[in-house]
């Protein structure tokens, strides 16, 4: 299906993560005292395992050799050293459709609304799903899916939204603002171009802060806290991911929208949680990721901005991932793993980074250098890459092949230019 060109609007989403630094003027000397470097002949040295070389030393020369040896052998290594295991469970959501089709936004657009329950054993532990659709597309439309740092009722800023509950910075949750100082998201470039929207707060699977297993997905299958977690017990992405699955189910469940073309967005953590929703669950057709850096999309062994270390740090975010991580802090090349392995296990799925080349914390180069390295995967099968190793300036957007990098003009999150590449690269790929 194509679409009309994409029309460059001005789109109010500037959403950053907390604790995140937004130009190489504001980027701290030390973190967690831990010291950070900018200086590029201060990278370190590193070989990359090769993606295209099983453990056992066997080359992988096809692409059914990548499916069922090399690909699930990545897979389960993230699994264990990075995101941890999800818990064995046979939990099964339900859909509460409370807003099964009503027109909004000057009647051009078909909300949705629908609760998830996580299981149907339990009503305590659920989210909110928002979505759009075109009201002018006759059929299954392609999604965009959305994961927020904030309620849909603010995201949206469509009163017919049911106003929803965020945690707040003393961990207590409470009532949604009505707006938000990062702005709202306007759907509507998407919805002119044929592309559905759904969004989901983040905070409905799981709380961002340490110590909240019993508030979140992760209490459904955990009775006790330990005061020490298991080595590869997952972390808060792994818990978000795993709801963004949920959100597939109910999608696959609905004819007007077409799940087998469904994109994944997030930015900072949350694109993390996309790209490794997107490595762990196929059924997700395309991932776009907005400055994920460490623990994403930007490569472990070179050192520069974040690092293992600085994410682990006791004071930050080791509760994100599994205590493995840890491990790989004091030498991250030790550990035959690396970011270019993560966007590896896209393939042949597109997969598109947004940077910024103000965002030295979450080094661009990095997250640039990754996807020159996943691209041996994505010629396996037929497909091209970047096709090019020179990383472009900003501004310039590379979203011809099914590997796409953008660094706009600045720093974390995202920035009016993001949107219309973001738009062309679905018109391309999805």
């Not at 709380?207 to 297993?213: H, L, M, N, Y």
């Not at 205590?323 to 030498?331: G, I, S, T, V, W």
């Not at 037929?382 to 990383?391: A, E, I, P, S, V």
């Amino acid at each position: 299906m194509r679409y009309k060109h994409v029309r460059r609007s001005i789109i109010t989403l500037f959403i950053l993560a907390g604790s995140c630094w937004c130009s190489f003027g504001q980027a701290p000397d030390t973190v967690a005292g831990i010291p950070v470097n900018y200086d590029e002949a201060q990278t370190g040295t590193y070989i990359l395992p090769d993606p295209l070389q099983l453990r056992n030393g066997k080359k992988v020369t096809n692409t059914e050799e990548w499916s069922q040896e090399r690909r699930p052998e990545i897979l389960e290594m993230f699994k264990e050293y990075q995101y941890g295991h999800v818990p064995e469970n046979n939990v099964k959501p339900v859909f509460d459709v409370f807003d099964s089709g009503t027109l909004a936004y000057d009647s051009t657009v078909v909300r949705k609304q629908v609760r998830i329950y996580f299981s149907e054993n339990s009503d305590e532990h659920y989210m909110d799903a928002l979505i759009y659709l075109p009201r002018s597309i006759q059929g299954p439309v392609p999604l965009m899916l959305m994961i927020n740092f904030t309620a849909n009722s603010t995201m949206a800023q469509d009163p017919g939204v049911r106003r929803g509950t965020i945690w707040n910075r003393e961990h207590e949750k409470v009532p949604a603002p009505k707006e938000s100082r990062f702005g709202s998201f306007d759907i509507q470039p998407f919805i002119d171009q044929g592309v559905g929207i759904a969004m989901v707060y983040y905070g409905d699977i799981q709380p961002d802060f340490a110590g909240s297993t019993h508030h979140g997905v992760q209490g459904l299958f955990k009775e006790v806290e330990e005061e020490t977690r298991p080595p590869g017990e997952w972390g808060t992405i792994a818990a978000w991911a795993w709801g963004l699955s949920r959100v597939m189910d109910y999608l696959e469940t609905d004819d007007s929208i077409a799940a087998d073309r469904v994109a994944l967005f997030g930015i900072s953590r949350l694109g993390k949680t996309v790209l490794w929703a997107g490595a762990a669950d196929e059924r997700f057709a395309m991932v776009i990721a907005s400055c994920s850096g460490e623990g994403g999309a930007a490569l472990s062994s070179r050192i520069y901005g974040e690092t293992i270390a600085h994410l682990t740090a006791p004071s930050r975010y080791p509760y994100q991932f599994c205590p493995n991580y840890q491990k790989r802090a004091k030498n991250p090349t030790q550990f035959p793993l690396d970011a270019h392995l993560l966007l590896a296990l896209m393939a042949p799925r597109p997969i598109l980074l947004l940077t910024g080349d103000e965002d030295g914390w979450s080094d661009p180069k990095g997250e640039f250098l990754a996807a020159v390295a996943a691209e041996p995967v994505y010629k396996l099968f037929g497909k091209k890459g970047l096709d090019t190793d020179q990383m472009p300036p900003a501004e310039k957007a590379l979203t011809d092949h099914a590997i796409g990098y953008h660094m706009h003009d600045g720093g974390h999150g995202t920035r009016p230019s993001d949107y219309p590449v973001i738009l062309s690269f679905i018109q391309k790929h999805l």
